[in-house]
């Protein structure tokens, strides 16, 4: 970060994503922890802070058009506004997938499972470290981290994909609708892991734009969010 | 001979290096300009910006004390080897100074030396101030004299003079200095016209980055007499290479000093 016109305020709105990315990372935890546990009031706590985090987009969506509108920042402060705001946006959507596995983990409700969950705990932590790993590289313009990151979300796709087949199977057993019901439900849980792992690869890749001024400098290697588990 | 009006001419300046009596004002700055195009000389006061224009049009090699070394080809031919008057009719530098009362003087002051028909005169008059945007506002009084401080009307007449002639190259050098936001924009408004018509190369000096951006497709950066860096603007204000272009467009004026003052170090032997 530079001494310019626009250190101050750029300085205010990096804290604010820290915060956001902190909170983002727990409702992350917290709603894998609550389907784990069946802990319904933690699931609860989940749904109840989107909120904050909500909140939080807003206010620092309005601190960076403010400084657009009023500083006119240039250069490296042009690069760091416009990435904040597409970074606010990707933490506000995994935001919302924690709060769709939490919405999850309420409807499964205290029920017994249909199996013990042993991938969907692996896939939520793979997506976490992400999260946290695509942050980190945001904070501290670390292009080897963001590259990183890129390069892990093969393996989340893979494990996603490899739940799909699993799941579909029980769904395609029949006969019991409530095992079959389990199974969409943990599927879609699946699915907003992958989606999270995806908005972290998003963020990783606006770190290559913040130091090089290009997008494609991070994951050169074109390694691009699955669209659905149908196009594999 | 340059090509007549109304062609563009191109500017191409080599290796030019101009040396006063207080020291080095520009280093070694080589830049071009296709024929048709826009280049923003940008940069801070005492960048080299108005030496630049000068030399372009031949008038610095006028003022005593300076030494000139480099080259400066205009549509391709060298501007030594262009007749003064050729030179001052095809390359138009922008002076910002009344010559005369009228607002159809002021204009009409820079074609005497055409010796055209009165009507032909007047046809030309007409259309630089449709041009520039003065035309309903003076058409009713074109004899009569005009408020020299009103300083919008004065800089778009001078620049209305400067057209005239269409010279297929247009020096401004800061022209905006000292106007308001809404009579910059007008300023703006008026050379954005001219450019359409296509008759003139521009090259457009200024302090600001942001009329910079506005103005010009390609930007050069001037910082103590040296090129820093040049590209299209967006490449520019988007991700510079030089710190210091990095620095002048972020207002880092601690960290554009301390690089000027390190860059002088190293280039003293």
């Known amino acids: ?232 | 001979m340059l090509t007549p009006p109304p062609q563009p001419l191109s500017l191409e300046i080599k290796e030019l290096t101009v040396r006063c009596r207080d020291g080095i004002r520009v280093k070694n700055v080589s830049l071009s300009v296709t024929a048709g195009g826009t280049l923003a000389l940008m940069g801070p006061v005492n960048s080299g910006k108005s030496e630049i224009l000068w030399a372009a049009n031949g008038l610095l090699a006028e003022v005593p004390g300076m030494s000139i070394t480099g080259q400066v080809l205009i549509d391709g031919i060298d501007n030594h080897n262009i007749s003064v008057k050729e030179l001052r009719h095809r390359v138009g530098l922008l002076i910002p100074v009344s010559l005369s009362r009228t607002p159809y003087s002021e204009v009409a002051v820079s074609l005497r030396s055409l010796s055209s028909p009165a009507q032909e005169v007047a046809a030309k008059v007409e259309w630089a101030l449709r041009l520039v945007g003065l035309w309903k506002e003076v058409r009713d009084r074109l004899h009569q004299p005009y408020n020299h401080a009103d300083p919008t009307l004065l800089r778009l007449l001078c620049l209305a003079r400067t057209i005239a002639r269409q010279p297929g190259l247009l020096l401004l050098d800061d022209p905006t200095r000292g106007l308001d936001s809404i009579s910059r924009a007008r300023f703006e408004d008026a050379v954005v016209r001219i450019l359409a018509e296509g008759f003139a190369t521009i090259i457009w000096g200024t302090r600001e980055p942001d009329q910079a951006g506005r103005v010009a497709g390609q930007i050069a950066f001037l910082y103590n007499g040296e090129l820093v860096e040049s590209g299209s603007a967006r490449c520019l204000f988007e991700f510079p290479r030089d710190p210091r272009t990095e620095s002048f467009l972020t207002g880092d004026y601690r960290r554009l000093y301390a690089l000027a003052g390190s860059e002088k170090r190293r280039s003293q032997p």
């Open chain 1, 1 to 232: 970060m530079n001494e310019g016109r626009c250190r101050l305020e750029l300085d205010a709105i990096h804290q604010y994503i820290l915060r956001m990315g902190a909170l983002v990372e727990e409702a992350i935890h917290n709603a894998d922890k609550a389907l784990m546990t069946q802990d319904l009031a933690l699931a609860r706590k989940v749904v109840a802070g989107d909120d904050d985090i909500d909140q939080l987009e807003k206010v620092i969506e309005a601190l960076c058009l403010e400084l657009l509108a009023l500083k006119r920042p240039l250069a490296g402060d042009l690069r760091a506004v416009t990435t904040a705001l597409k970074v606010i946006t990707d933490l506000e959507r995994m935001g919302d997938h924690a709060t769709n596995i939490a919405e999850v983990a309420l409807k499964l409700g205290e029920a017994p499972l249909i199996k013990p969950l042993i991938d969907i705990p692996r896939l939520s932590s793979m997506a976490l470290q992400m999260v946290h790993s695509s942050l980190d590289a945001f904070v501290r313009r670390d292009v080897e981290l963001a590259e990183k990151v890129c390069r892990d979300d093969l393996p989340v796709d893979r494990l996603y994909f490899e739940l799909y087949d699993v799941l579909l199977g029980f769904i395609m057993e029949g006969g019991d609708k409530i095992r079959a019901g389990q199974a969409l439900s943990l599927l879609l849980v699946a699915r907003f892991l992958e989606r999270i792992a995806d908005h972290a690869t998003n963020i990783a890749e606006r770190v290559g734009y913040l130091v090089y001024g290009d997008c494609n400098r991070v994951n050169q290697s074109g390694v691009k969010p699955t669209a659905s588990a149908e196009t594999k």
